[in-house]
């Protein structure tokens, strides 16, 4: 009965580990969160483009919630096509900055991406994949 109870209350802990696709944005809204776009120019990646409405901040971070996280970490052949960094516009709430790097599949039909600064991988789909080559 006890081992029953222990491992009742480890799986509960493991399912509530796991239901959070994307555990920088439990605490925060998208409504604080402008997105900036950069993407590779010589030796730096320099912010082309804001996101700062809150109707494409929410599609891109329910996108990116969307992505079945792997803990790995990666060693891709180039340097990310693109990158998404969040930027907490709401000064009380305490929130670290993500960046999210991107690669292109060669067949341009794809997206990977990486969390920078953890051991997060993923592929989105191809539908998730064109909701963010229109905003790239």
């Known amino acids: 009965m006890g081992k029953s109870i222990v491992l009742f209350v480890l799986f509960s802990f493991l399912l509530m580990g796991c239901s959070t696709n994307n555990p920088q944005m439990s605490d925060l809204n998208e409504q604080n969160l402008n997105l900036?776009?950069?993407k590779p120019e010589g030796q730096n990646y320099n912010v082309y483009k804001k996101v700062e409405d809150n109707e494409t901040v929410k599609t891109v971070m329910d996108v990116?919630?969307?992505v079945q996280w792997e803990n790995?970490?990666?060693s891709m052949s180039r340097e990310p096509d693109y990158k998404i960094n969040t930027i907490?516009?709401?000064l009380t709430v305490s929130y670290e900055p993500v960046t999210y790097?991107?690669?292109?599949?060669p067949k341009k039909d794809i997206l990977?991406?990486?969390?920078?600064?953890q051991s997060k991988y993923g592929k989105l789909t191809k539908k998730d994949s064109a909701i963010l080559y229109s905003l790239f």
């Open 36 to 38: 900036h776009l950069s």
């Open 64 to 66: 990116l919630g969307n």
């Open 72 to 74: 790995a970490k990666v």
């Open 88 to 90: 907490n516009i709401d």
């Open 101 to 105: 790097a991107f690669w292109i599949s």
């Open 112 to 117: 990977e991406v990486i969390i920078e600064g």
